[in-house]
Nanobody, 120 residues
Framework: QVQLVESGGGLVQPGGSLRLSCAASGSIRNVDVMTWYRQGPGKQRDLVASITSGGTPTLADSVKGRFTASRDNAQNTAYLQMNSLKAEDTAVYYC??????????????WGQGTQVTVSS
């Protein structure tokens, strides 16, 4: 059984920063790409950032220059550093990962989401 657990969300003022974490746990052989999505109120779920197992990040245009994606493969954890936050960044942030388990089965998983609210 593999689980993804996000943490680090909260309420922050415009211009502030937050760091989200996504930890994969369970019988894991390796974690492939890890991706962050977000879904604002009344909006569709959009891709924010992804990072390959080799550490190569990709960022959505809307967050380039403000957000940074990284990961620690030893901890099976991805991070999303969010700086210069804006009200439009308010959303539930979800982690998605492709995981190969100890039996070499590959499946994809979603975390439960963490709320980020940017407001004064």
């Amino acid at each position: 059984q593999v689980q993804l657990v996000e943490s680090g969300g909260g309420l922050v003022q415009p211009g502030g920063s937050l760091r989200l974490s996504c930890a994969a746990s369970g019988s894991i052989r390796n974690v492939d790409v890890m991706t962050w999505y977000r879904q604002g109120p009344g909006k569709q779920r959009d891709l924010v950032a992804s990072i390959t197992s080799g550490g190569t990040p990709t960022l959505a245009d809307s967050v380039k220059g403000r957000f940074t994606a990284s990961r620690d493969n030893a901890q099976n954890t991805a991070y999303l550093q969010m700086n210069s936050l804006k009200a439009e960044d308010t959303a539930v942030y979800y982690c998605y990962a492709v995981v190969r388990d100890s039996w070499s089965r590959t499946n994809d998983y979603w975390g439960q989401g963490t709320q980020v609210t940017v407001s004064s």
